[in-house]
């Protein structure tokens, strides 16, 4: 797999690894999986809350 980066981008993974000492790849590689990692929290968060309006529509409606 290939991904385009912009100059600017490039610019920041080079500044990232020179302070931290890391390459450019495994930045990326970080980078990607606490994306996913957060990407996957705000799905099981918002699955939780449908979930949670559900049960407060159905015990809403057992004492209508």
């Given amino acids: 797999m290939e991904i385009e980066l912009s100059d600017e ?12 000492g890391v390459n450019k ?4 590689k970080i980078a990607l999986k606490a994306y996913l ?6 799905m099981e968060t918002e699955t939780w809350d449908k979930l949670s309006d559900e049960a407060l529509i159905n015990f809403e409606k057992e004492y209508e």
């Fill in 9 to 20: 981008e490039i610019g920041n993974l080079n500044k990232i690894g020179e302070l931290t």
């Fill in 25 to 28: 790849k495994e930045i990326i």
């Fill in 37 to 42: 990692e957060n990407l996957r929290f705000q």
